[in-house]
């Protein structure tokens, strides 16, 4: 079986982006795709069933497969009336065209909106076996959205789990990664709190794997681990939170002097797990 290659480019500006935007907005991507007036289309469908992976540009111009359909070698006169009620009409067929049945398949459904691919140019409708494209990234399936720093209020589990599971929350890793920070770890057994700052290389990202990765939570603070040793079950309880980032750049002397502040402000070191300013 043969397998064709479609790009539609939605944000390009052009006249066909207005179509094929129209048609993603209306959930008609595959529809759209049916109407051709493409030789290698034509030619393809000539010699009996076809795969089409139908890939989406985004803004950025991320080239994203969309859906897989199994095309069994029948076509449609290419008039509204072959296609759906609410199809767009900005996008309606030509008399040059045909429609293309195109039905789902399951056949690589696993890689639909996952699989990112280097498009490079080439024309939308390409036959894939004269055709190498680069594999940019297969992403994760079930990645979790990174909340903004303000949301951030990871308990032991997730913490753990975001370490755990990398790939879930790259957007988590990019963010955590690129700015310096000053943070909270408070014990919801019993109320108190550890206030620390990351600068170092990946930052907050670097820091807080840190605490992910030490069986005692403390990675390697005295403090912590001696609040730990004395009440093994409230590491379970810790909450980790940031109470201020800072841009990329920071003086790292401002980070230390805000998280001084917050010491004084939450009173950590007289009645929390921090040991000294
Ligand atoms: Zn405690």
Same mark, same amino acid.
């Given at each position: 079986?043969?397998?064709?290659?479609?790009?539609?480019?939605?944000?390009?500006?052009?006249?066909?982006?207005?179509?094929?935007?129209? $048609?993603?907005?209306?959930?008609? +991507?595959?529809?759209? @795709?049916?109407?051709?007036?493409?030789?290698?289309?034509?030619?393809?469908?000539?010699?009996?069933?076809?795969?089409?992976?139908?890939?989406?540009?985004?803004?950025?111009?991320?080239?994203?497969?969309?859906?897989?359909?199994?095309?069994?070698?029948?076509?449609?006169?290419?008039?509204?009336? !072959?296609?759906?009620? &609410?199809?767009?009409?900005?996008?309606? =067929?030509?008399?040059?065209?045909?429609?293309?049945?195109?039905?789902? @398949?399951?056949?690589?459904?696993?890689?639909?909106?996952?699989?990112?691919?280097?498009?490079?140019?080439?024309?939308?409708?390409?036959?894939? /076996?004269?055709?190498?494209?680069?594999?940019?990234? +297969? &992403?994760?399936?079930?990645?979790?959205?990174?909340?903004?720093?303000?949301?951030?209020?990871? @308990?032991?589990?997730?913490?753990?789990?975001?370490?755990?599971? =990398? #790939?879930?929350?790259?957007? *988590?890793?990019?963010?955590?990664?690129?700015?310096?920070?000053?943070?909270?770890?408070? $014990?919801?057994?019993?109320?108190?709190?550890?206030?620390? !700052?990351?600068? #170092?290389?990946?930052?907050? *990202?670097?820091? *807080?794997? &840190?605490?992910?990765? !030490? %069986? &005692? %939570? !403390?990675?390697?603070?005295?403090?912590?681990?001696?609040?730990?040793? /004395?009440? =093994?079950?409230?590491?379970?309880?810790?909450?980790?939170?940031?109470?201020?980032?800072?841009? =990329?750049?920071?003086?790292?002397?401002?980070?230390?002097?805000? /998280?001084?502040?917050?010491?004084?402000?939450?009173?950590?070191?007289?009645?929390?797990?921090?040991?000294?300013?």
């Amino acid at each position: 079986m043969r397998v064709l290659v479609v790009r539609h480019t939605p944000y390009a500006g052009d006249e066909p982006a207005k179509k094929a935007k129209a $048609c993603l907005d209306a959930d008609m +991507i595959r529809e759209y @795709t049916s109407i051709q007036r493409s030789d290698t289309a034509r030619k393809a469908s000539s010699k009996g069933r076809n795969l089409w992976m139908v890939f989406v540009a985004d803004r950025k111009g991320v080239t994203r497969l969309y859906g897989v359909y199994l095309h069994d070698g029948t076509t449609k006169t290419a008039v509204m009336e !072959s296609l759906p009620e &609410d199809f767009p009409a900005e996008a309606a =067929p030509c008399p040059e065209d045909t429609i293309y049945t195109l039905d789902d @398949t399951d056949v690589i459904l696993d890689y639909v909106d996952r699989l990112r691919i280097n498009w490079n140019g080439r024309p939308y409708l390409r036959k894939a /076996e004269t055709n190498t494209f680069e594999v940019e990234a +297969i &992403d994760v399936r079930g990645s979790v959205p990174f909340p903004g720093f303000d949301d951030i209020h990871l @308990t032991r589990d997730e913490l753990a789990g975001m370490y755990a599971n =990398p #790939g879930r929350y790259e957007s *988590w890793r990019s963010a955590m990664a690129a700015v310096q920070a000053v943070y909270v770890i408070a $014990c919801t057994a019993c109320g108190r709190l550890y206030v620390g !700052s990351a600068t #170092g290389a990946e930052n907050l *990202w670097q820091r *807080w794997g &840190d605490y992910a990765a !030490s %069986g &005692d %939570g !403390s990675a390697d603070n005295r403090d912590l681990a001696r609040h730990v040793a /004395e009440h =093994p079950d409230h590491l379970a309880k810790f909450q980790y939170s940031v109470l201020q980032a800072f841009a =990329p750049g920071t003086d790292p002397n401002l980070v230390v002097a805000a /998280e001084r502040r917050f010491k004084l402000c939450l009173d950590s070191v007289n009645n929390g797990m921090n040991a000294n300013y």
